[in-house]
């Protein structure tokens, strides 16, 4: 089984190699070595790989620099997707594209379902619409959200960064949403694609938390690991109170049901994932 990753070496791209099935020959391409806003080197990347499936895990992930430049943002997020999902279908490839909770506009009460209708608020969230839409029906779009790994640049690794050089961090409190562990994301994303399953799907981990709470259990982990010395005050602030360039949904917790069902299992709760990685890297120095 021929495997192509687009964006292999973020977090997402990352986990897809570290979870790929025995079978998997894979070739695995980043911004050195595949430039994703040239739409004939993609097309030929593609036809030259001729892979079984085609992993989409590229993407434009400057919330904030996005407001500022759109049209970048829509060059890899949009219209490369377009390109990669034409490129997947001319040599017979199945394309599995990954999009975000951004799509949604954050003023609902329950959880999105994959058939929610999107009201991005924001650049990004226009811009991964976009690319939601260029995919096409017989590919795999699966949104997930609040994305982090033992490397690469997120949530995680910033306040484990913040809590050892400050004495006290300020924490968004007012924003809900669900951590997602990226090599649980890949696994669940070689299961859905070995089954065949089409459309829009949602995944995260299990379990709901605001940024603030997340960053409570990260300290809390982590001292238990022996990766930070002392504890610092995590205090809770509004997101009035750390105003940002680009608008964020207050409430982005993702309806996970027809996953569930695809898998026949749920995902793991995001604090299991949390400290499963932190004792990982503890253990590994």
Known sequence: MKILIVGGKGQLGRGLSATAPLDAQIVSHDIDTLDIGDADALRACVAQVRPDILFNAAAYTAVDKAEGDEDAALLVNGT???????????????????STDFVFDGTSGVPYAPDATPNPVSAYGRTKLAGEQAAGDDALIVRTAWVYAPTGGNFVRTMLR???????????????????????????????????????????????????????????????????????????????DYPTPARRPHYSVLDKTS?????GAPSPHWRTNLRMMLGEIAANG
């Open 259 to 263: 996953t569930i069902s695809a898998l």
């Open 162 to 240: 913040l809590m050892a050089e400050r004495p006290e961090v300020r924490v968004v409190a007012d924003q809900i949403g669900t951590p997602t562990y990226a090599p649980g994301l890949a696994r669940a994303l070689w299961a859905l694609a070995a089954n065949g399953v089409t459309g829009i799907h949602h995944y995260t981990d299990s379990g709901v938390a605001s940024w603030y709470d997340f960053a409570v259990a990260i300290q809390e982990e982590a001292l238990a690991n022996g990766l930070l010395t002392q504890s610092v005050p995590v205090i809770p602030i509004r997101t009035a």
């Open 80 to 98: 490369a997707v377009g390109t990669l999902a034409d490129a997947a279908r001319e040599a017979g490839a199945r394309f599995v594209h990954v």
